[in-house]
């Protein structure tokens, strides 16, 4: 019955196994609205963050469409700049007060203004305690430049990269949540990027903000509202991220699922941890 099995050498094998691509903008859209329903503190954070991945997924796909391809990780301004007006102008129709009215000046300010702007944020490592940069313009900047950033590592397809890597092998950002999935005879351990979405595996009992590996030291907190999301906490340096359970929920979306997660992120700030990453929504 058929030839003879082929087997890849142990030596040739990769030691951590691929990971599955980014989410979709439309499975990410679609689980906010699932997660909308499910959980009520979370409803408004959710359902805006629907309407925002919608305008995320054109410019996505407008650059996706372009002919210019180049790996390399650089601010195109020729290229994005033109897609920029549009994006926040659109903004202004879902945004609450504050946000929309710098929306809105953005969108019809010169080019300069919008070239400092971007180039203040993507050159500021999209550090969220900037001195340099407002609240508003870091929203505006970090939810136009994620599709682009998506899109230059969009070749980099979710691989183990260094297991005790703890910021991003593609772009260098920090992580803004974790993700533990069915490998072998356990659950695999990852890091998903805050900005440009890449996944890779990381260490599974290590603290990415510090590398504390004493159990002892590294707590777990879970609640029974969303049992697949956990808090990994660190009593050495006070940092946490959120983990995405996915041996739990596997039709959770990590991007998503932590964003729903406001409950645990409030009683982790009550609880004097501090957040590895603040989200797209600055939490």
Not at 23 to 49: K, M, N, T, V
């Amino acid at each position: 019955m058929g030839g003879t099995p082929e087997f890849t050498p142990i030596s040739e094998q990769p030691l951590t196994p691929e990971l599955p691509p980014r989410p979709s903008y439309a499975q990410r859209i679609q689980r906010a609205h699932d997660l909308a329903d499910r959980y009520s503190s979370a409803a408004e954070l959710l359902r805006f963050y629907a309407r925002l991945a919608f305008h995320q997924q054109h410019i996505f796909e407008s650059l996706a469409a372009s002919e210019v391809r180049d790996e390399t990780w650089t601010l195109h301004l020729e290229l994005i700049l033109p897609l920029f007006p549009d994006f926040v102008r659109s903004l202004t129709e879902i945004s609450p007060a504050p946000l929309r009215d710098r929306a809105a000046e953005l969108a019809s300010a010169d080019i300069a203004e919008q070239t400092h702007v971007l180039t203040e944020f993507w050159n500021n490592g999209f550090a969220q305690d900037s001195l340099t940069t407002a609240a508003a313009d870091r929203f505006l900047s970090l939810a136009f430049l994620q599709p682009y950033s998506e899109w230059l590592a969009q070749p980099a397809s979710n691989s183990s990269g260094a297991p005790g890597q703890s910021t991003c092998p593609v772009c260098g950002s920090e992580p803004i949540c974790a993700v533990l999935r069915d490998r072998g005879h356990g659950a695999g351990r990852s890091l998903v990027c805050s900005l440009c979405m890449y996944e890779w595996s990381f260490l599974r009992v290590v603290c990415p903000a510090c590398g504390e590996e004493r159990f002892e030291s590294l707590p777990v907190f879970t609640s029974q509202e969303m049992p697949h999301v956990r808090i990994d906490a660190c009593d050495t340096c006070h940092h946490y991220i959120n983990t995405i359970d996915m041996t739990k929920d596997g039709l959770a979306v990590p991007v998503v699922d932590e964003l729903a997660a406001v409950s645990l992120d409030l009683w982790a700030a009550e609880n004097h941890y501090q957040k590895l990453t603040a989200n797209i929504a600055g939490i």
